[in-house]
């Protein structure tokens, strides 16, 4: 899916809609067809669901460090991971947020961070990269894509969020006295903070809310009525 990964024996993906929602649920409980979506989908890319490990979202800069004994595993209040262990496929679930995939292939060190407005405002990139150079990995090293998302051309919002990332150029602008947010743009932005080279970093150019047919997208299709959202899922993982 991502150039910048290709010549890695990794598996970084996004599903699409045509795959079904992968919505995961507060108390850890899957519906029986969102599970069943999951399966077939992991099964798809050759990996075993108790290989495997779920995050519960909280929209937070919450990262685990998890290794093969956290294969099957679901954890609640975490919006990313951290692995040095091949055959660990980590996933989070994405609608409109970033899935956000960081790989040091020198070190075999890998994160995958849900990054919405929420995260990357408490500093959901800095804690991932932080917690990768902690097993090993260095920030020369760091390669990174960042996964379709809500783009700016329909990321409406107020002034009052806009004004927490005004420090940052380019994370929003103005259009017809309305504010459209660009998450992509601060992604990048808090990555280079962190040492990470421009060149090293790869942006999908897709839009989840404008390519209705391929993804599902919480604006567009349930906003304010969160009972309704569906969901992709990003996984990444390193094989033996």
């Known amino acids: 899916m991502f150039d910048i990964f290709k010549k890695y024996n990794v598996i ?11 919505k995961v649920y507060a108390d850890s409980s899957e519906e029986d067809g969102v599970k069943e979506n999951r399966k077939i989908f992991l099964d798809g890319l050759g990996v075993e669901m108790e290989n495997s490990v779920t995050a519960y ?26 692995t ?13 947020c ?18 919405g407005w929420g995260g990357l405002e ?45 420090h940052i150029p380019g994370s929003f602008e103005v259009r ?7 998450t992509k743009a601060i992604a990048k932005h808090q990555l280079l903070e962190e040492g990470i080279a421009a060149g090293n970093i790869e942006t999908s150019p897709e839009c989840t809310f404008r390519e209705k047919e391929k993804y599902f997208s919480y ?15 990003a996984i990444f993982g390193m094989r033996s």
Do not use: Q, W
């Not at 294969?71 to 919006?79: N, P």
């Open 98 to 115: 970033l899935p956000v995939f960081l790989f040091d292939p020198e070190a075999e060190v890998l994160g995958l961070a849900h990054a």
């Open 12 to 22: 970084a993906a996004v599903s699409e809609r045509r795959d079904g929602s992968m």
């Open 57 to 82: 979202l909280t929209h937070g800069d919450s990262i685990a460090l998890v290794g093969k004994g956290d294969g099957g595993k679901f954890f609640d209040t975490t919006d990313g991971f951290v």
């Open 219 to 233: 604006r567009r299709d349930s906003y304010g009525r969160p009972e309704k959202l569906e969901a992709m899922m």
């Open 84 to 96: 040095k262990d091949k055959d660990v496929f980590l996933t989070v679930t994405v609608s409109d």
């Open 122 to 166: 408490k500093g959901i990139i800095s804690k991932a990269v932080g917690m990768m150079k902690e097993s090993g990995a260095t920030a020369e090293n760091i390669l990174v894509a960042i996964g379709p998302g809500m783009e700016k051309c329909h990321y409406e919002v107020g002034s009052e969020l806009a004004d927490k990332f005004a």
């Open 176 to 182: 017809d006295r309305k504010i459209f947010l660009d």
